[in-house]
Nanobody
Framework: QVQLVESGGGLVQPGGSLRLSCSAS????????MTWYRQAPGNQRELVAG???????NYADSVKGRFTISRDNAKNTVYLQMNSLKPEDTAVYYC???????????????WGQGTQVTVSS
């Protein structure tokens, strides 16, 4: 079993910055890709940014140039640095980890509980 714990959300003014963290804990697994999603009220959950085990990244067009995803493989942690925040970035942010379990051998995915980001003056 793998648990994901997110932190770093909060209230910030437009133009401000926040850094989200998502740490995975458990035993007998390896993390493959890690991804940040967000869901605003009344909207579907959407992909924000992803990073592979090799460090390849991808971003939603709406956040390119403003958000940066990174990971610390030794800590099983992924980060999302969010700069130049806009009111439309307001949402609950979730991390997702695609993992390979070792015994028995299978691949699966886990979600964090979400952290609220509110951008407002």
């Amino acid at each position: 079993q793998v648990q994901l714990v997110e932190s770093g959300g909060g209230l910030v003014q437009p133009g401000g910055s926040l850094r989200l963290s998502c740490s995975a804990s458990g035993t007998g697994f390896s993390i493959n890709a890690m991804t940040w999603y967000r869901q605003a009220p009344g909207n579907q959950r959407e992909l924000v940014a992803g990073i592979t085990s090799g460090g390849n990244t991808n971003y939603a067009d709406s956040v390119k140039g403003r958000f940066t995803i990174s990971r610390d493989n030794a800590k099983n942690t992924v980060y999302l640095q969010m700069n130049s925040l806009k009111p439309e970035d307001t949402a609950v942010y979730y991390c997702k980890a695609r993992v390979s379990m070792h015994r028995p051998r299978y691949d699966t995915a886990y979600w964090g509980q979400g952290t609220q980001v509110t951008v407002s003056s």
